[in-house]
């Protein structure tokens, strides 16, 4: 007889309370095993795959990508199994079906951690609390009804796009309900959209206006704050009227830094590495550090207590089609330049593709933003919870510069430091960005850190 299980929403992240469904990998009437992904959420601070820990059919999927979800809702039903013999099982005693057989703690999966799924939480305001994971049937019934319910999906078909596609619809006002995805395993590309954006796409694709949140008659677009950008903000706004904020300037001359960039790029050592300003920068911020330890420690207001780290979670600003992200090289003090290279690089990767784990991005000690890249000069930026300290790198540019009393044409960059003026003194900021300015001006300065 069918058994039906529904696969509630997991906590992938330490007091996660919701997160957004982006896509799913199945659909009603596909055969799941153990450990599949089925579904890919967003949820405050990264895009998380979840698998399924169960092997069966899936019957009904209770959500649609977009849609909001509070941790412990189904949002899959599954037949564990379709297979089983039509005859009634033999009865058990009442010490058996009392047992809770089928509420069996779910394993520690990826994207799960170590916690059950089968949690408690706290009910909003208003809110019926979340039901729990179902329990298998006695007798072939239809699975239970999910509270709240869900919009089924049209035609139950859901589909496939990864979270910058989805984006790049909803610009272009093209419903992916109506493509037919390209890419293997029926997945829609960026290629499939812009097709439908000019005029290849059936009909039906003009129905996704009011999806957008466009209205004709305002000439105005409205998105809901959620996910990354939601965090983003409430953090940005906590530093803010947190933390007592001074930003200090620096103007150097990085002529030599970029000759030895490219005397490194011929080098046999560093040969198919990716060596750039900011790795550079990334170097000299663990070395002034290290002649500066306020600049790497933190404000503890619960405690009253200033905490100085010994090592360099370096955090670097990312800017990914899901919004700003800054995740941490771990223990960067203790990494050569070239492994920094590599570090650097292998992060911005994972952060282009939205796969930054939460973990990825929690307990920086120290950040650096890029500015330069969008060609900007310099910058105020704010500095990130939990840390005392953002430098912010400008772009690099050919300026006029007096060397030995001529003026000549050099490589300048500006720096700028933001920095927690309860930790950090003036003074303290001001020897640490002299320091970073000093090791870019010329790297043989670092011989004597």
């Known amino acids: 007889m069918p058994t039906f299980k529904q696969f509630p929403l997991a906590d992938t992240a330490e007091g996660l309370t919701e997160a957004d469904i982006l896509s799913w990998h199945v659909k009603p009437g596909d055969t799941v095993t153990v450990n599949q992904i089925v579904v890919e959420i967003e949820t405050a601070k990264a895009a998380v795959e979840l698998p399924i820990p169960w092997a069966g059919v899936v019957t009904e999927l209770h959500v649609e990508p977009g849609q909001t979800v509070e941790v412990g809702t189904p949002i899959l039903t599954i037949d564990v199994d379709p297979g089983g013999a039509a005859a009634p099982a033999p009865a058990a005693s009442p010490a058996v079906a009392s047992a809770p057989a089928e509420e069996e703690e779910m394993k520690p999966l990826v994207g799960y951690g170590s916690k059950a799924v089968v949690t408690q939480r706290r009910a909003r305001k208003g809110a019926a609390p979340a039901p729990a994971a179902a329990v298998a049937a006695p007798a072939p019934v239809a699975p239970a009804p999910v509270a709240p319910a869900a919009p089924a999906p049209r035609g139950g078909y859901v589909p496939l796009a990864k979270p910058p596609v989805r984006k790049l619809a909803k610009e272009l006002g093209v ?48 998105v809901p704050i959620k996910g990354v950008r939601k965090m983003t903000a409430a953090a940005m706004v906590q530093s803010a009227y947190t933390a ?44 002034a ?60 990767e994972v952060a282009r593709q939205g796969k930054t784990s939460p973990a990825d ?17 310099t910058g105020t930026p704010i500095i990130n919870p939990g840390e005392s300290a953002i430098l912010c790198l400008g772009a690099i540019k050919d300026q006029p510069w007096v060397v030995d009393g001529e003026i000549k044409v050099r490589k300048v960059l500006q720096l700028s430091l933001s920095f927690d003026h309860r930790v950090v003194d003036g ?3 001001s020897e640490f960005l002299a320091d970073v300015g000093a090791l870019l001006a010329d790297p043989a300065m670092a011989m004597t850190y």
């Open 244 to 287: 007592p904020h001074v930003t200090e300037f620096l103007t150097i001359d990085v002529t030599p830094m970029m000759e030895f960039r490219e005397k490194l790029k011929k080098s046999r050592e560093f040969a198919g590495v990716k060596v750039t300003p900011l790795t550079f920068a990334a170097k000299a911020v663990c070395l």
């Open 427 to 429: 003074q303290q900021g």
């Open 175 to 222: 419903d992916l309900h109506a493509l037919t995805g390209t890419a293997d395993g029926g997945v829609i590309t960026r290629d499939d959209v812009h097709k439908a954006a000019n005029g290849s796409a059936p009909p039906a694709a003009a129905a996704s206006t009011v999806d957008s949140g466009y209205d004709p008659a305002t000439r105005e677009r409205r």
């Open 289 to 348: 550090a290290k002649r500066t330890p306020d600049i790497n420690a933190v404000w503890d207001e619960a405690a009253q207590e200033i905490v100085y780290k010994d090592y360099v979670h370096l955090g670097i600003a990312a800017a990914t089609p899901r919004g700003l992200i800054v995740p941490k090289v771990r223990d960067a003090d203790s990494l050569s330049l070239k492994e920094l290279a590599g570090a650097l690089t292998a992060l911005t």
């Open 361 to 377: 991005m929690a307990n920086g000690t120290i950040t650096i933003t890029n500015v330069g890249v969008f060609g900007v000069d």
